[in-house]
């Protein structure tokens, strides 16, 4: 099974940008659909992005689509998501995901997802 941690959190003003990565664990990295989901407190985790095996495919939510860029480098097994533009209502926990299964109509829910980092903050303030 793999592991993963996240990295790359921090404050930042309004209009910033931040770079979060993702390690994982196993070689067999590129077997695993890979998504990010973030959760700010008093609220459910929500989908951010996700990025098909090979990395040609990914999907946002509608809110950071044109701001944020999520990509993976399956050589070395690690994903990033490239935050820009940043909005205070981006403030949140992050969370790197990954499932060896696929379900299309389950690929933005949380409870597709087996493999998670430990997450990390990302504060925007305003």
């Known amino acids: 099974q793999v592991q993963l941690a996240e990295s790359g959190g921090g404050l930042v003003q309004a209009g910033g940008s931040l770079r979060l990565s993702c390690a994982a664990s196993?070689?067999?990295?590129?077997?695993?659909?890979m998504a990010w989901f973030r959760q700010a407190p008093g609220k459910e985790r929500e989908f951010v992005a996700a990025?098909?095996?090979?990395?040609?495919?990914?999907e946002y939510a509608d809110s950071v689509k044109g701001r944020f860029t999520a990509s993976r480098d399956n050589g070395k097994n690690t994903a990033s998501l490239q935050m820009d533009s940043l909005k205070p209502e981006d403030t949140a926990v992050y969370y790197c995901?990954?499932?060896?299964?696929?379900?299309?109509?389950?690929?933005?829910?949380?409870?597709?997802?087996?493999?998670w980092g430990q997450g990390t903050q990302v504060t925007v303030s305003s």
């Open positions: 196993e070689r067999t990295f590129s077997n695993y659909y």
């Open positions: 995901a990954a499932s060896a299964v696929y379900y299309d109509t389950r690929r933005f829910r949380p409870e597709m997802y087996k493999y």
């Open positions: 990025i098909s095996w090979s990395g040609r495919s990914t």
